[in-house]
């Protein structure tokens, strides 16, 4: 009895849990028998810059497939196809005999061939809508939109990083068919509609975009360079306003054919990529000085040319040296000398204190993949003639958006603040995500802050940065020449011009990075990125106002 029963309770179970907890997905399989699907692909959401100007798009191109079950005169079948769809008649003849029970004819196909197929009344023939990705300005912004793959899925760039938000919901059409595929006469379709994908607005501007970009081509072509990129953020809040990379190429024309180069080619360098900086660096040197209360006019340093430290001799970039001067001085001249002193005096404790706070050593989180941090020798190893490279930069590599970010908070008053690409991202229901982009800790008081600025300002006005003058507007900012290193080894010959611009000087709001990567001929980045910033914030005004 008591196995009877237990039996008897354990086909009840059985029965309860086929009819009662797994009958959604037992309907679902017997769904999946009697009805054959086809997908609809969701429409993608559109990236738009800050005002509007759509950057990515979707458009509506079909898939044809054919069921050779349902075709009963394959003959003609094969020659009205092939004819439209430009196939091979012997080729396409051959599949409609197989026992495949469905053929893709053609993907990608635009309404005016579908169409044509459609009203040529083959039967057995079906349709599904695909969505493919446009970029109507095509080799623009590269970098940062990224591109998505033959299913629409982002692959690289705000595509990939926001796909959640952009892919939206797939639909599909059922109909009614027998065992082998066969539609039913008397079978029903059912159409569920998918969802779109949410748009995403960026806080780039198309038009200070373009500036950018016409920036970086003709500093790539003017310096014959490996690589040009640049990024102008506003200083107060880390929404980005461009951002451009060289060299490129089109979104519409994705190079597939070598999946290294292309993933190369895609990578946001100015995110992703360390590099020393050189004296840009000296912006976050002086930064701290002057916060540690170790700058008066009073004080003065002495370049000869070049200091001895642990017994090893560092030159100035002024091989006759810049003789007695102010620490102001020494910023406006870019004396190596002023600012090994000033690193030295600070110590390495402290030193490595202010780098950690500007957030040099870890990364902005910026929302775009692939972010890198910056590098430095361990507090525990660092001796005082690699704190003294340190200082004009030098035994340090920092991100591009890194040393950005840092200098914004240098000259914005003290604040540290998160690079942000994306202003909002809404659908048909309304606001999904807004950035929260402000300022964050402060880090250095005003009175510091206002101090740098002012130095700053003299080196576009008497020192280095003069090329970076604009007529009308004050601009402060600091160049920078570094040596790159190949295999542990400094390459000869081979450099990174850099410039950091910031503007209004009184009041900054915008603030910019120009790299120029192994110019051929001249180097220093007074020369070769200087005036692009100049350009560019000439440009920017003129179309702000």
């Given at each position: 009895m008591l196995l009877i029963a237990f039996l008897f309770t354990a086909v009840v179970a059985k029965l309860v849990?086929?009819?009662?907890?797994?009958?959604?997905?037992?309907?679902?399989?017997?769904?999946?028998?009697?009805y054959r699907d086809v997908p609809l692909k969701a429409e993608r959401g559109e990236i738009l810059d800050r005002n509007g100007t759509v950057l990515a798009a979707s458009e509506t191109r079909y898939t044809l497939y054919a069921r050779p079950v349902s075709i009963k005169n394959k003959q003609q079948a094969a020659s009205i196809l092939s004819e439209i769809l430009e196939l091979d008649y012997e080729k396409l003849y051959e599949k409609l005999n197989s026992r495949s029970s469905e053929i893709t004819l053609k993907r990608g196909a635009d309404k005016e061939t579908m169409l044509r197929i459609v009203d040529s009344g083959t039967e057995g023939i079906y349709v599904s809508e695909d969505i493919v990705r446009v970029y109507p300005y095509g080799d623009f912004m590269?970098?940062?939109?990224?591109?998505?793959?033959?299913?629409?899925?982002?692959?690289?760039?705000?595509?990939?990083?926001?796909?959640?938000?952009?892919?939206g919901n797939d639909g599909y059409v059922l109909t009614g068919a027998d065992l082998v595929g066969r539609e039913l006469e008397d079978g029903e379709t059912y159409y569920v509609e998918g969802t779109r994908g949410a748009d995403v607005y960026l806080s780039l501007d198309y038009h200070i975009q373009s500036i950018v970009e016409n920036a970086v081509e003709r500093a790539m072509l003017t310096h014959s360079a490996k690589a040009v990129a640049a990024i102008v953020m506003n200083c107060n809040t880390g929404e980005i306003l461009a951002l451009a990379e060289s060299p490129s190429f089109d979104l519409n024309n994705v190079p597939r054919d070598d999946v290294q180069a292309l993933l190369e080619a895609a990578r946001p360098k100015i995110v992703s990529d360390v590099f020393e900086p050189g004296s840009t660096f000296k912006i976050i040197t002086s930064a701290l000085a002057i916060e540690a209360g170790l700058v008066n006019d009073k004080k003065s340093y002495y370049c000869s040319g070049s200091m001895s430290v642990d017994g090893q001799k560092i030159r100035c970039w002024r091989a006759i040296g810049h003789g007695s001067q102010t620490f102001a001085e020494g910023v406006k001249n870019s004396c190596n000398c002023v600012f090994m002193s000033a690193a030295l005096e600070l110590g390495a404790e402290r030193f490595y204190e202010g780098i950690s706070a500007f957030g040099l050593t870890k990364k902005t989180g910026i929302d775009m993949s692939g972010e890198g941090s910056g590098l430095i020798i361990p507090l525990a190893s660092v001796k005082n003639v690699d704190l003294a490279r340190i200082g004009f930069g030098q035994a340090v590599a920092v991100t591009p958006i890194g040393l950005l970010a840092a200098s914004a908070a240098a000259i914005n008053g003290g604040y540290k603040i998160t690079p942000s690409l994306v202003a909002k991202i809404e659908n048909e229901s309304g606001i999904l995500f807004s950035a929260g982009a402000g300022k964050g800790e402060r880090i250095l008081s005003e009175s510091t802050s206002a101090t740098l600025r002012a130095m700053l300002e003299t080196v576009v006005l008497e020192g280095s940065g003069k090329n970076a003058a604009v007529e009308g507007i004050r601009v402060g900012g600091k160049t920078g020449t570094a040596q790159k290193y190949e295999n542990g080894q400094i390459a000869r010959g081979k450099y990174i011009s850099?410039?950091?611009?910031?503007?209004?000087?009184?009041?900054?709001?915008y603030i910019t990075l120009f790299m120029v990567d192994e110019p051929v001929g001249a180097y220093y980045g007074g020369v070769v990125a200087a005036p692009y910033v100049g350009e560019i914030y000439t440009n920017m005004f003129a179309y702000l106002q």
């Open positions: 849990y086929v009819g009662i907890v797994n009958a959604d997905n037992l309907r679902v399989k017997a769904l999946e028998q009697w590269t970098q940062v939109l990224g591109f998505t793959n033959t299913d629409t899925d982002g692959q690289t760039g705000i595509e990939s990083y926001y796909n959640a938000y952009l892919k850099t410039f950091i611009g910031f503007a209004p000087a009184e009041d900054p709001e």
